[in-house]
């Protein structure tokens, strides 16, 4: 059994940081992407970024330069520094990772972050 936990969420002010930690425990074989996803209410989940096992990355547009993923594979964690963040960003967070023979991968519980005055 797989299991992912994340952590970090909470309510902070725009312009500020969070950083967001997902662990995963469990009978995992090989991770080759692990990342970050978000779901504002009324809308769709998107992607917003993402890690390969050679440590190649991926960001949606409206997150460039603004957060930054990273993994510790020895750990099976992948973070995301969220920086200058914005009420738009207030979404649920969750991690997936896409592992070798499994398919569809893994989801997080999700964690809410909220970005208010």
């Known amino acids: 059994q797989v299991q992912l936990v994340e952590s970090g969420g909470g309510l902070v002010q725009p312009g500020g940081s969070l950083r967001l930690t997902c662990a995963a425990s469990g009978s995992i074989f090989r991770i080759y992407y692990m990342a970050w996803y978000r779901q504002a209410p009324g809308k769709q989940r998107e992607l917003v970024a993402g890690?390969?096992?050679?440590?190649?990355?991926n960001y949606a547009d409206s997150v460039k330069g603004r957060f930054t993923i990273s993994r510790d594979s020895a750990k099976n964690t992948v973070y995301l520094q969220m920086n200058s963040l914005k009420p738009e960003d207030t979404a649920v967070y969750y991690c997936?990772?896409?592992?070798?023979?499994?398919?569809?991968?893994?989801w997080g519980q999700g964690t809410q972050v909220t970005v208010s005055s």
């Open positions: 890690i390969t096992s050679s440590g190649s990355t």
């Open positions: 997936k990772l896409n592992v070798a023979g499994v398919v569809g991968g893994y």
